[in-house]
């Protein structure tokens, strides 16, 4: 395949003030972001460290904001200097924010109120409120109170920007109850709410003498997750559940009488009720569906896998796991969802001896493909037709990144002892030995639709990283960023590249946080002298 041209930025620039794609917004859009993607991987484009602060509370990125102070204090990252944006007042440990997530607005519907159209943060605090503030002056727009017979503690996406789900705290029971062999039933809630206009759908108990010995349980796209210690992960319809075992439709803001107690559904004291209750007797874990159990949930779909690792995606349904087994860490099974059977060359291994394990997740790009991330290797995995045979599929390399490592001259060169007599000696470097280049994160910019790749080595006593750029297509190397700070690999990481800005947030010991900020900045007074364009080596 021969080189892609390189797209000319005053050419786009010239025809963009012209109105040539003035009637598509999509494509004005992907136009602008073609252009500051060749600015951002031009040879005279840098990156110089803006910003630097620390923290003693966790620091949190989210598009172009940077979250202090348990998300009470919002800086801006988008100025060519970082800005407060707001500090909302102070609040006891007990009011503090938990977790939070930015919701913005989707596009094509009519959102009651002018504010609704600015981005918002959805935020859980430690007293089981549930806030919507302005993502932009910190006013709290929306609350609601949850309830007091559990801990909500973590707020995630059900449905992307559309659905969330908040999961509390599981019920463990106090030491004087385990010690007297008392048994919590109830393991832990679910409460489930469209966002803007806030709606409640249902809040779920996940009890023990339905679902048995669960670890954990989550929503995501309508699927409910269900989790054991054994490796098992289960799969139920939670419109399903929602159909056959809600109690009480409930509202939000409308008065409610619930278990000899009335007050208005969402505030405090009275909260929301737990509406969705399975209490069916006849429900046991290992039973499956079947047309004659009116009051059994469809079991979707079961599989067992080492610490409960389990991804769903490509074209068609695919899934990945560990076979259930210690020895098989790192082994990784990539199977049809259809019929469990496993994709040709579906067995992937990364051959490498390191004390932290390679990883495998399914690409964020929604193309279908695989990324499979060991410590001095990237490989990018495609899912294709066998030929001859459209049932089934198989796994093929796309591309591989490959990490800048010189061979060990002092590896495996004899010694001449006193009496003369050579002696080979043979050793062999962890592949994630600190000393040669080792990857650490790998994640995709959608909008420049670029892999950012961080790779770490240990000079002297201090490591040091950089972040590249690599093409999404063809995984060619387009940029190479080096980072200020040491790395020290015994700290945990953060990297986030976004548009022109790239944020490094770690974490030290005794929970000192610090935070690099980087920005774009394009030097006139260099020219460049190569031309890097995304195509196939």
């Known amino acids: ?12 620039l010239s025809r963009r003030a012209l109105g040539f794609f003035s009637r598509d917004a999509g494509v004005v859009q992907r136009t602008n972001l073609g252009i500051l993607r060749v600015l951002v991987c031009q040879e005279s484009t840098k990156f110089k460290n803006v910003w630097t602060t620390h923290s003693k509370s966790p620091i949190a990125y989210e598009r172009g904001r940077i979250y202090f102070d348990n998300y009470r204090c919002c800086v801006s990252s988008v100025a060519s200097e970082p800005r407060k944006l707001y500090e909302m007042p102070k609040c006891s440990k007990s009011e503090k924010i938990e977790d939070a997530l930015l919701w913005e607005c989707p596009v094509g519907e009519i959102l009651p109120n002018s504010s609704d159209y600015k981005s918002s943060l959805i935020a859980l605090t430690a007293h089981n409120w549930l806030f919507r503030i302005s993502a932009t002056t910190g006013k709290v727009l929306e609350k609601i109170y949850l ?16 659905v969330i789900a908040v999961k509390s705290a599981q019920n463990k029971g106090s030491v004087l109850a385990r010690q007297a062999g008392i048994q919590q039933p109830v393991l832990l809630y679910l409460a489930v709410f469209h966002v803007l206009p806030f709606s409640l759908i249902g809040i779920l108990e996940i009890n023990k003498k339905i679902f ?4 954990d349980a989550t929503l995501s796209h309508g699927i409910l997750i269900v989790m054991y210690s054994s490796g098992l992960v289960r799969l139920y319809s939670f419109q399903a559940i ?73 074209h068609p349904w695919h899934y990945i796991i560990t076979p259930n087994k210690k020895k098989q860490k790192g082994v990784f099974h990539i199977c049809a969802l259809k019929d469990n059977s496993l994709a040709k060359n579906g067995i992937q291994e990364m051959e490498c001896c390191s004390l932290e394990s390679d990883w495998i997740y399914f690409h964020p790009d929604a193309s279908g493909r695989i990324i499979h991330v060991g410590p001095n290797q990237v490989k990018v995995l495609k899912l294709n037709e066998v030929e001859n045979n459209s049932a089934q599929h198989q796994i093929s390399e796309d591309f591989v990144i490959l990490a800048n490592r010189e061979k060990n001259k002092n590896e495996n060169l004899p010694t001449v002892t ?11 470097l962890l592949d994630d030995d600190p000393e040669q280049e080792t990857f650490k994160i790998v994640d995709y910019e ?17 490591g040091k990283a ?29 990297v986030y590249f976004d548009r022109d800005l790239v944020l490094h947030i770690e974490q030290k010991p005794s929970r000192v946080f610090s935070c690099y900020v980087y920005q774009m900045v394009c030097d006139p007074g260099e020219e460049e002298t190569t031309n890097r364009s995304c195509e196939k080596e």
Not at 476 to 494: G, M, Q
Request: glycine share 8%.
């Open 147 to 162: 309830a007091s017979y559990c801990k909500f503690r973590y707020l995630s996406w059900d449905t992307p920007q559309e």
């Open 466 to 494: 950089h972040l590249d750029f690599h093409c999404n297509e063809y995984g060619t190397l387009l940029k190479s960023i080096p980072l200020v700070e040491s790395w020290d690999v015994t700290y945990s990481h953060e």
């Open 212 to 215: 048995g010995n669960v670890t």
């Open 242 to 314: 929602t159909e056959q075992f809600m109690q009480q439709k409930l509202d939000l803001g409308c008065a409610c009488r619930w278990g000899g107690t009335a007050g208005t559904v969402g505030e405090a004291p009275f909260g929301i009720p737990c509406n969705i209750k399975i209490t069916d007797g006849s429900w046991m874990p290992e039973r499956t569906h079947t047309p004659d159990h009116h009051h059994t949930p469809p079991l979707l779909f079961e599989v067992s896998s080492l610490e409960n690792a389990f991804q769903i995606g490509g």
């Open 1 to 12: 395949m021969g080189p892609t041209q390189k797209p000319n930025v005053c050419r786009q």
């Open 446 to 462: 959608d909008e420049l639709d670029l892999l950012s790749v961080v790779a770490v080595t240990q000079i002297d006593a201090e």
């Open 418 to 428: 006193a009496s003369g007599r050579v002696v080979k000696k043979n050793f062999n």
